[in-house]
């Protein structure tokens, strides 16, 4: 099956600063990802829609400018958290869109990012 | 509105035994229905995908059950394993690609 890696795995921050996670699919090429956090016993929440060479869709009350994304190439999405806040820890996770016999979203392992 | 509701939101039970968990949906217009289950700290990963003219459908010791008429679907876990233990979620898609995801089912297996 379609395989998606996130690095890092998981990210300890300060406050203020800066943080990158990468979401690559691995053996397959998606024009479009999604970009959802996920806080502790809630469900994933879909924060941003990415689609390749183009400016990602976000959804009502994300900041766009807060959460950038990138998604440069076929097989690989960035998000950037800018000027990290306590409040922004939670479970980042990424999906990749596969049209083929069926549209489906392959999930990839997550980043948990912790802010200081 | 589109909504995903799951129950229980959490169960435990004992190695060997059986389980169903409950997903009722409102999701318009409906295109598939799918369960997944999350390890803690891991992402998703599918279960069964059921279109509006699938009943039921099994993958191993899992098996999803879909009622497009009231809206319900299930998952029966047969014979559970310690590596049962998950939240499972029940995601409705609207369109072509708009996932709605309920707010799972905490599943604890037992030794």
């Known amino acids: 099956g379609a395989v998606v890696s996130q690095h890092p795995s998981w990210v300890i921050c300060k406050s203020g600063t800066s943080v990158k996670i990468e979401c690559r699919s691995l053996d397959f090429q998606a024009t479009t990802m999604f970009w959802y956090r996920q806080f502790p016993k809630q469900s994933l929440m879909l924060m941003a829609t990415s689609n390749e060479g183009s400016k990602a869709t976000y959804e009502q009350g994300v900041e766009k400018d807060k959460f950038l994304i990138n998604h440069a190439s076929l097989t690989l999405s960035t998000l950037t958290v800018t000027s990290a806040h306590p409040e922004d820890s939670s479970f980042y996770i990424c999906?990749?869109?596969?049209?083929?016999?069926?549209?489906?979203?392959?999930f990839g392992p997550g980043t948990r990012l912790t802010v200081l | 509105k589109n909504q995903v509701e799951q129950s229980p939101q959490s169960l435990i039970i004992l190695e060997g035994k059986n389980c169903t968990l409950q997903c009722n949906y409102t999701v318009s217009p409906f295109s598939n229905l799918r369960w997944y289950k999350q390890d803690t700290g891991r992402g998703p990963v599918s279960l069964t995908i059921m279109t509006f003219s699938e009943n039921t459908k099994s993958n191993g010791r899992y098996t999803a059950t879909l009622d497009a008429d009231t809206k319900q679907s299930s998952l029966h876990i047969t014979a559970s394993q310690l590596s049962d233990s998950a939240s499972y979620i029940c995601v409705g898609v609207s369109g072509t690609y708009k996932y709605i995801f309920g707010t799972g089912t905490r599943l604890k297996v037992l030794a």
């Open positions: 999906s990749a869109r596969v049209i083929a016999f069926t549209d489906t979203q392959y």
